[in-house]
């Protein structure tokens, strides 16, 4: 009996480490989302005094599962939507083939490869909230998901970005002042490194290979008005983007 005691007691300890802590997030306004992992549910309040009024929710999991199923068109390999993107600028690889052809081969295979199998969430998010929109970052599924808050009740999905492409580019865009620049006030030994991690890469993606993105952990972080800030520490890249006339772009890398 004791020991279908203890049995039990590790079965519920398991089941509730797998269970992911809800997510809170304050606005810039008077409204405050709790984004819950375990139910997929978006729940808004408002705040009132000393109180809380819920005003609204969203059931963000079925987003998650539609736009992942759901094949696009146009291209041999199945393509899903949260792979496209929906209202989102620019195309990040597009970018990149312009630059180099080859680099935009090698990431093509590595986005070939991550959605070779439809992704799937795993119960971690992370997100920030502008003056009337929600960001949820999934990055199980390498997905930014944008919702707009309407007359402080409604959400509804307005855009959805694939960041995979966004982390794998190789220097900045619109970032100023450049790498280069600032390495050249750092000492030898540093710039003779970063020179040394710039040649290597740019030899592996000549052979045709490049390091796979590692595991996203994100922290996000809304600015002013409708823009967010991605810091990803796995991958060394600080994305931000911003929801401008119902678009999701990405301003700087």
Not at 29 to 57: E, H, K
Not at 117 to 134: E, K, Q, R
Not at 155 to 164: P, W
Not at 201 to 212: F, H, N, S, V
Request: proline share 6%; aromatic share 6%.
């Amino acid at each position: 009996m004791r020991l279908i005691s203890c049995m039990l007691a590790l079965w519920l300890v398991c089941q509730l480490s797998a269970l992911e802590s809800p997510l809170i997030i304050h606005g810039q306004g008077d409204l405050t989302c709790n984004i819950n992992p375990n139910t997929g549910i978006i729940t808004l309040y408002r705040s009132n005094g000393q109180q809380l009024i819920q005003t609204g929710s969203h059931y963000f999991a079925t987003d998650i599962r539609e736009q992942s199923l759901i094949p696009a068109k146009g291209f041999a390999d199945r393509r899903s939507l949260l792979r496209e993107g929906q209202n989102t600028k620019p195309n990040t690889l597009n970018l990149i083939k312009q630059k180099s052809k080859t680099a935009w081969q090698v990431m093509m295979t590595a986005e070939d490869e991550f959605w070779s199998d439809t992704p799937v969430f795993d119960g971690v998010i992370s997100g920030a909230m502008g003056l009337n929109h929600i960001f949820l970052c999934v990055p199980s599924c390498h997905s930014l998901f944008v919702y707009e808050i309407e007359n402080g009740n409604c959400i509804t999905l307005k855009a959805v970005r694939n960041i995979g492409p966004d982390l794998m580019i190789g220097s900045v865009l619109n970032s100023d002042p450049k790498p280069k620049e600032l390495l050249k006030q750092l000492p030898q030994d540093v710039q003779d490194a970063f020179n040394e991690q710039v040649r290597l890469r740019e030899e592996a993606i000549a052979q045709g290979d490049i390091p796979p993105l590692k595991p996203l952990k994100p922290w996000v972080q809304s600015l002013r008005n409708e823009k967010i800030v991605i810091l990803e520490p796995a991958n060394k890249k600080l994305l931000v983007y911003e929801m401008k006339q119902q678009f999701l772009e990405l301003n700087s890398a």
